[in-house]
């Protein structure tokens, strides 16, 4: 919303994503100098680029992104499909039929995306049965957070945007949007964490900055919501919250940049941190809560 | 109000088929039932947010910063006994489930499979197969050992499944939907993954919310099924019609969601968020003994616990499987919300 109240004009939102991109480049110069610079010469393999996801952003503890466990396990084939192939029933539901019905259209001409039909094809009956119980739940809540509203378009891919002269990458999931796909009004990102208003905003921008960083502006508003709560919350796109999202950014690159002197958040999330046993802020703070 | 009563008296056909049992429910209320219970939703909520705010201000004044969380689980927890629900809180039981809990995870897999048409030809192995693929290897584990000890350990509970097949699209049956309330601005959560939902305002019927339970009846699960109709209404703005407590071998118990039991939910709630936030600052906790002693983390150290009595084996009037007197339920959600406590 503008001063006025009204919504703010395309150009003003176009100068807030080239302010919030060049004060991403002016302090990721900053803090990283030319580490993760990409010269032009040599393209570094995949693996030795840092990656900051909308999940990164979220977590308290710059450490913990900054040294992550070297184990971490390969997901369950129903996390992995479960939002992509929603998102797919979706976009094929006529807002009138029981989706599952949308749900069974797609599942029988399924070819793209590819990664979602090969893992798929691998699956037996039961395990297709999980997949599927997984998804209906997943349309069902979304559905319920949106008031079953049928004009949203779903995004099924992952935004992945790299950023310009550096080997970072970051990784946003938009779920859907309003608004053509260059100039989108409002996005909406479901999530089944816990809603928290703080966390909305750091996501809210986030994405906001992923989704659009080759669009001609951001978008009004993002409305983040939480499994099971039937409720969306907005949160209108400011300069500042594009702000805390390029902070959030550059802290996390900073961290890996440094890991030695990253800085450590220690709270009840530490009770499944990888790093708890090597670390005593953690421990004490796991030892004192009540 | 504890675990070891057993309401046997209001379930129904164990052969019915679980649409029959819901249509025939549906029938005698009338078409204004579910706005009448409805109308009684905002104040609820208004009172059990009064409450939540105040225990949010209570954990603010001792450094508590953490959104507390107050799932199905903790209510039950605190009903039997504060000072074990804290104790379970405290040190999480990372020992996989019981035997009652192990047949319950299989209970809800084989419903899944019978809901979604998927055959229940090898049992063992498609249990296994849905498992994995939600990724649940501990599990798998589990349910392997139970096998090897006993090979027809889950063979009863395939049968009763039948009734789930066939359900129509127009009732849209869902499995482990999430209802969930955020109260006290976020800073108290209260939330639940109901078994079964049918209906409901996305499809313009009804809304039946099933609870599937591997074990006898009991009183705490009516009050369960009260809790996810509250929440439920809540998270759509109408509460379902009908509550369903669904098992193998007794059948369905069916009630319809009225304003008395919603708001006697919403009063167990506000107590739970209140007594929760009290033993999170530091109240010293009431101790209450009971059949739950035998799996209590503080059993060893608590000087109120009760002796344990051996009753494992005894078969049920239901010709069912032994009735164990432990928890036969385990969460399908990830222990990890990222949010402390
Ligand atoms: S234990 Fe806590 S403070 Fe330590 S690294 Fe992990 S999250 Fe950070
Ligand atoms: S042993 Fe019994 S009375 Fe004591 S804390 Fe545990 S459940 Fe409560």
Redesign the interface.
């Known amino acids: 919303m503008s001063a006025a109240g009204g919504p703010v004009p395309l150009e003003v939102r176009q100068s807030w994503l080239s302010d919030a991109r060049s004060h991403l480049d002016a302090e990721l110069e900053r803090v990283l100098g030319d580490r993760w610079r990409l010269d032009g010469r040599r393209r570094p393999p995949r693996r030795e680029w840092v990656t900051i996801s909308d999940f990164d952003v979220?977590?308290p503890c710059a450490t913990r992104f900054a040294r992550p466990s070297d184990d971490e396990s390969s997901?369950?084939?129903?996390?992995l499909v479960t939002r992509a192939l929603a998102k797919l029933a979706l976009a094929e539901w006529d807002g009138v039929e029981?989706?599952?019905?949308a749900l069974d259209r797609t599942l029988a001409t399924l070819a793209e995306p590819a990664w979602v039909a090969e893992a798929l094809d691998e699956?037996?009956?039961?395990?297709?049965?999980?997949?599927?119980?997984?998804v209906?739940?997943w349309m069902?809540?979304v559905?319920?957070s949106v008031r079953?509203r049928s004009d949203l378009r779903w995004e099924v891919e992952r935004a992945r945007v790299d950023v310009p002269g550096r080997s970072i990458r970051l990784t946003a999931a938009c779920d859907a949007r309003l608004g053509e796909r260059l100039r989108p009004t409002t996005l909406l990102v479901h999530s089944?964490?816990?809603?928290?208003?703080h966390h909305d905003r750091i996501v809210a921008g986030f994405v906001a900055l992923v989704v659009s960083f080759w669009a001609q502006a951001v978008p009004e508003r993002v409305r983040c919501s939480?499994?099971?709560?039937?409720t969306t919350r907005a949160v209108p796109i400011t300069p500042e919250v594009l702000a805390v999202a390029v902070g959030r950014i550059v802290d996390l690159a900073a961290a890996v940049a440094e890991p030695e002197t990253a800085p450590l958040a220690p709270?009840?999330?530490c009770?499944?941190c990888h790093r708890l046993g090597e670390c005593e802020p953690g421990q004490s703070q796991l030892g004192g809560?009540? | 109000m504890d675990g070891s009563d057993t309401p046997a008296d209001d379930v129904g056909d164990p052969s019915a088929t679980l649409l029959a049992v819901v249509e025939a429910a549906l029938e005698p209320l009338g078409s204004d039932w579910v706005e009448r219970a409805a109308a009684v939703l905002p104040d609820l909520r208004a009172a059990v947010e009064a409450r939540a705010t105040a225990a949010a201000e209570l954990l603010d004044g001792h450094g508590?910063?953490?959104?507390a969380?107050v799932p199905k689980s903790r209510l039950a927890d605190l009903q039997r006994c504060e000072r074990s629900a804290r104790a379970r809180y405290?040190h999480p039981d990372d020992r996989g489930p019981g035997r009652a809990a192990l047949r319950g995870v299989a209970l809800d897999?084989f419903v899944?499979?019978a809901?979604?048409?998927?055959?229940l030809s090898a049992p063992t192995?498609?249990?296994l197969?849905?498992l994995?693929?939600?990724?649940?290897e501990g599990l798998c584990d589990q349910v392997i050992e139970a096998v090897a000890e006993d090979l027809a350990v889950f063979d009863d509970l395939v049968d009763p499944t039948e009734a789930w097949r066939d359900l129509p699209?127009?009732w849209?049956p869902?499995?482990?939907?999430?209802?969930?309330?955020?109260l006290a601005?976020?800073r108290i959560?209260c939330?639940?993954r109901l078994d079964a939902?049918l209906g409901g305002?996305?499809?313009g019927r009804p809304g039946v919310v099933v609870e599937v339970k591997s074990g006898a009846p009991r009183q705490a699960h009516v009050e369960e099924v009260a809790l996810y109709a509250l929440?439920v209404g809540?998270?759509?703005?109408v509460p379902p019609a009908l509550v369903v407590r669904w098992y193998p071998f007794h059948g369905a118990a069916v009630a319809p969601v009225d304003a008395g039991s919603l708001s006697s939910a919403a009063a167990r709630l506000g107590d739970a968020v209140e007594t929760w936030a009290q033993?999170?600052?530091?109240r010293t906790p009431s101790e209450s003994p009971g059949p739950w002693c035998r799996w209590c983390p503080d059993a060893p150290t608590c000087p109120s616990a009760a002796p344990v009595q051996v009753s494992v084996g005894a078969p049920t009037s239901a010709g069912g499987p032994a009735e164990l007197p432990e928890d036969d339920e385990v969460e399908w959600e990830p222990?990890?919300?990222?949010?402390?406590?």
């Open positions: 979220t977590q997901p369950s084939v129903t996390t029981p989706p599952v019905r699956l037996d009956s039961a395990a297709r049965a999980a997949v599927r119980a997984s209906e739940a069902a809540d559905l319920s079953g089944g964490r816990v809603p928290d208003e939480t499994a099971g709560t039937g709270g009840g999330w009770r499944w809560s009540t | 508590v910063e953490a959104v969380r405290l897999r899944l499979l809901a979604q048409g998927s055959p192995a498609e249990l197969s849905v994995d693929a939600q990724g649940e699209d127009e849209w869902r499995l482990q939907s999430a209802a969930t309330a955020s601005g976020g959560v939330s639940g939902e305002p996305l499809v929440l809540w998270r759509d703005g033993l999170l600052v530091g222990p990890d919300d990222g949010v402390g406590s």
